[in-house]
């Protein structure tokens, strides 16, 4: 739609462009023009063309130009290739969280969370979906902004969450300097739970020095019952805030920390009769019980029985 106070209309395609573009004839009610253009379906490389609009006043030429661009082919790509081509890409993934913005998804390369800026309706966590866009680069972390997502039928590689990094001081300050560049790590984090007005749980770390948080990336309601209570928080580390030490992240479980277990060692040292507990991986194994080791050393386990375990079991 132009606004045209001239005397006549020119609409210039370049001529290379003509097979592909072409435009109704003008429709004009006083000094309003409405142009229709049509591009012919692609199913090659994307490609693009600008139009101009000439008028004359006057005596005087007047020109307006518009940037005319059709997708093409989109190329289906890996989420691991996706995220380093930087272009525009299908991936097919399966739906590991949802949550008010967005979805993130897996494919067994790698994750990838699509912001979309509100929920996406009709799909549960579990769900395979394609998923459209470009992926970029927010804040150190990376997401497709804006995707289109639609369910699928195909099936994906499975995929378990890895072991979650442990959030310190240092692992913050990695993840939240100037330069941060990170790939949506499982990470987690302990301490006081805090919950704002959005339903966004807050997480902090101090030390000393500098005080940490994580803040859930758009909120649960059900995140108000752990308010003031001392938990581990688990999630995809979305995004960071550089000034304000903060990691945004995409939280996948909250609960209560797992107690801090004595070595086997320590254990050893424990007075005779003692009620212990400790952990280690099972290296032995007999008809009255087996022996577990770890780092600091090993402990028989006499239990006057066939045990109902087996060597390599933790």
């Known amino acids: 739609t132009l606004t ?32 229709e253009f049509t591009a012919a379906a692609n199913a090659a490389t994307p490609r693009s063309t600008t139009v101009e609009f000439v008028t004359t006043s006057g005596g005087v030429e007047y020109k307006a130009s518009v940037a005319m661009e059709q997708n093409g082919a989109i190329p289906q790509r890996t989420i691991a290739e996706a995220v380093t081509s930087g272009e525009l890409s299908l991936v097919v993934g ?52 804006k995707p289109t997502i639609t369910a699928s039928t195909a099936t994906v590689a499975s995929y378990t969450a890895p072991a979650p990094i442990v959030l310190d001081a240092a692992k913050f300050a990695e993840y939240t300097s100037s330069d941060a ?38 909120g649960l309601d059900s995140f108000a019952d752990w308010a003031d209570q001392t938990v581990e928080v688990r999630g995809y580390a979305y995004s960071a805030y550089n000034d304000s030490k903060q990691i ?22 424990s007075e005779p009769d003692a009620a212990v507990i400790t952990e280690g ?24 029985a066939v045990p109902d375990v087996a060597v390599g079991n933790k």
């Open 181 to 218: 560049d990170f790939t949506t790590p499982y990470v987690s984090i302990t301490g006081v739970a805090e919950v704002d007005n959005y339903g966004n749980i807050i997480v902090k770390l101090a030390d000393g020095e500098t005080t940490y948080s994580v803040k859930s990336y758009y």
């Open 4 to 35: 045209n106070k001239g005397d006549d209309l020119v609409i210039a395609i370049p001529e290379a462009d003509q097979e592909w573009l072409t435009y109704s004839e003008p429709f004009v009610a006083g000094e309003t023009v409405v142009v």
């Open 281 to 304: 991986t099972v290296v032995a194994v007999n008809k009255k019980g087996y022996v577990i080791s770890d780092a600091t050393g090993s402990i028989a386990v006499y239990v006057n």
């Open 94 to 145: 399966k739906v590991l969280l949802l949550n008010g913005k967005g979805a993130l998804i897996t494919d067994g390369t790698d994750v990838l969370y699509g912001y979309v800026g509100a929920a996406v309706e009709g799909v549960a966590v579990g769900d395979v979906v394609e998923m459209i866009g470009t992926v970029t680069k927010y804040n150190g972390g990376r997401s497709m902004n």
């Open 248 to 269: 945004n992240l995409l939280v996948t479980a909250v609960q209560e920390p797992l107690l801090t277990l004595p070595t086997i060692a320590e254990v050893r040292e």
